[in-house]
């Protein structure tokens, strides 16, 4: 309680977070009695001024003061700024935010922190105790650290204040009163055991989010922001965060697995393909994961070193081996295995897996087919040949959707009918169970086609490149209905996790690739993303593998990334 020889040199100017309250007490003789203040609120803020009458309009105050804060449900600083006066506010001031940054709009956040009845229980929860990890982290420069404590909070003396100890992010600062000797230390976040929840949050941090530690911890560095230290780091991910990326995964992995054993018909279509952790043939790690073709789920990671095989070429079968172990080791058959070209896979497949019908993704046998297309374009005298790229990759695509998965003999007779189609025929191919083309007829640009002419170079090469015998084979074994498209975007994921330009430990890599998986999991069914008015939304991209060409893709929502 304040003396009423005290009321009359206070004023008080509440803003939405705090109560400041600054109080004068010079020297007044027993008897005097003091104005009683004339106390107007307008618009949530309270001026308290003299009677009318004087010449000035502020109230005049002394050299010797002290200032008392009233914490309302955030910390503020203490105003220990000497002042010879305090203006009055106008009675319709309000805050005025035109002075923010405008370039800061997007980061600037104001919260109300009204204090109402109705709001009182809202207050009532954001007091409450939160747990360390969905606790708000600031960034506070040392001065404004230590302008907290530069008065008492016993007898509002001066104090004598410094920097006790850093640990990483941790910081302890000493408060020491000058005139009643009350000292206490105030500790910057809370300990979780004996580590600074801040520094085993900041390691979390970095591996969660895929980010490498030592370009974190250098641009920390640069901003002179206190941290932990590389060596923290890595004692932080060897004791905790691989473990909890471990237990996280097989949670995960065991409910995908059970929701496939509830299915009715029990079939597993996957696709697998493998990646290595460097370019070239000198790779230390391989990774291979399944992919469950029908609900775009990763079910299984399995990380081979090359150590543990003949070389790095061997990688993959080892990875595709191990995955199928897994799956049978759940009670779980493959009924189809789409992949990729791999000769040793291709032949562990047709001996190991004869109950597994082994498909080829079509979209690895046109990207061959179109690496050899521009470099026979490239000879002389069959640069015609590269006007028809595109439409051969298109009749591949074409042959694989358009016909029933089993039959491969149809397959194959369709895609022979390419090098009848390039030389301008349509009726009587060779093979029986494809004799025409199913095109309408041709009219207009497609009447003025650069037909090849039979016995030229160009068109002899091309149909020798068309009809090799290991190509009709790939043809045969194409997947009608499935591709490992989705495999490729899952890698693109591990490439942000795990980039192959740095070099992992064999538990720091498997954890990533861990993250990968657990980011593409939750993220694979995304929905389009739409306009305001419900409109679905699209993009225009012109990939490189498109030489030029343009394609339109659907904009997806926002990933969550774990929240």
Not at 380 to 408: F, M, Q
Not at 438 to 463: Q, S
Not at 478 to 497: I, K, R
Request: with cysteine; proline share 4%; charged share 25%.
């Amino acid at each position: 309680m304040l003396g009423e020889h005290e009321a009359s040199m206070i004023k008080c100017t509440p803003t939405s977070s705090t109560v400041d309250t600054q109080v004068d007490t010079p020297p007044q003789p027993p008897q005097a009695q003091s104005p009683q203040p004339t106390v107007m609120s307008v618009s949530k803020s309270c001026q308290t001024r003299p009677k009318r009458g004087g010449r000035s309009k502020g109230v005049q105050v002394g050299p010797k003061y002290h200032t008392v804060t009233r914490d309302v449900g955030v910390q503020c600083s203490m105003d220990m700024s000497p002042r010879t006066s305090t203006p009055e506010n106008s009675d319709h001031e309000d805050f005025d935010m035109s002075s923010a940054d405008s370039d800061s709009d997007d980061d600037f956040q104001v919260e109300s922190m009204d204090t109402t009845e109705e709001e009182e229980s809202f207050f009532a929860e954001d007091m409450a105790p939160q747990p360390v990890n969905k606790q708000r982290i600031f960034m506070v420069y040392e001065t404004a650290l230590l302008s907290l404590f530069d008065t008492c909070s016993m007898c509002h003396s001066e104090c004598r204040k410094f920097v006790r100890t850093i640990v990483g992010t941790c910081v302890t600062v000493r408060q020491m009163c000058l005139s009643c000797d009350n000292t206490r230390d105030w500790v910057s976040q809370p300990f979780l055991k004996d580590t600074p929840a801040g520094n085993i949050n900041l390691s979390a941090s970095v591996l969660f989010g895929g980010a490498s530690p030592a370009k974190v911890l250098r641009v920390l560095k640069h901003m002179n922001v206190s941290s932990i230290s590389y060596k923290t780091f890595m004692t932080h991910q060897a004791h905790y965060l691989h473990s909890a990326i471990k237990n996280r995964w097989t949670t995960e992995n065991d409910l995908i697995i059970n929701s496939i054993k509830r299915r009715p018909s029990k079939q597993l279509i996957v696709g697998g393909d493998g990646r290595s952790d460097s370019p070239g043939h000198s790779a230390k790690y391989g990774s291979y994961s399944l992919l469950d073709l029908e609900r775009n789920k990763i079910v299984d990671i399995q990380l081979v070193q090359s150590n543990e095989v003949k070389n790095s070429g061997a990688m993959e079968k080892e990875g595709l081996i191990r995955a199928v172990d897994y799956i049978r080791s759940k009670g779980l058959n493959i009924t189809r295995l789409v992949t990729d070209r791999h000769v040793q896979i291709r032949k562990w497949a047709r001996e190991e897996l004869p109950g597994t019908k082994h498909e080829l993704d079509t979209w690895h046998v046109a990207k061959g087919i179109g690496k050899k297309i521009d470099s026979l374009a490239k000879e002389k005298d069959c640069e015609v040949v590269g006007k028809w790229r595109r439409g051969i990759v298109n009749h591949l695509y074409w042959c694989a959707s358009s016909t029933p998965a089993d039959e491969g003999q149809l397959k194959l007779a369709k895609w022979e009918s390419i090098c009848e189609h390039i030389a301008n025929k349509h009726r009587g191919h060779d093979n029986p169970l494809f004799r025409r083309c199913e095109h309408e007829a041709l009219n207009g640009k497609g009447v003025k086609r650069k037909w090849l002419k039979r016995n030229t170079k160009a068109y002899e090469k091309l149909v020798h490149l068309l009809s090799t015998k290991h190509l009709q084979k790939d043809v045969t074994q194409l997947s009608s209905h499935h591709n490992t498209s989705s495999l490729e975007s899952y890698h693109a994921v591990v490439n942000h996790f795990a980039p192959k330009l740095l070099a992992f430990s064999h538990k720091g890599m498997r954890s990533r690739l861990y993250l990968a998986a657990l980011h593409f999991n939750e993220n694979s069914g995304r929905a389009q993303a739409t306009t305001r008015t419900g409109e679905a939304q699209y993009s225009v991209t012109t990939p490189k593998y498109k030489k030029g060409g343009h394609v339109v893709k659907k904009l997806l929502v926002d990933c969550t990334y774990g929240k």
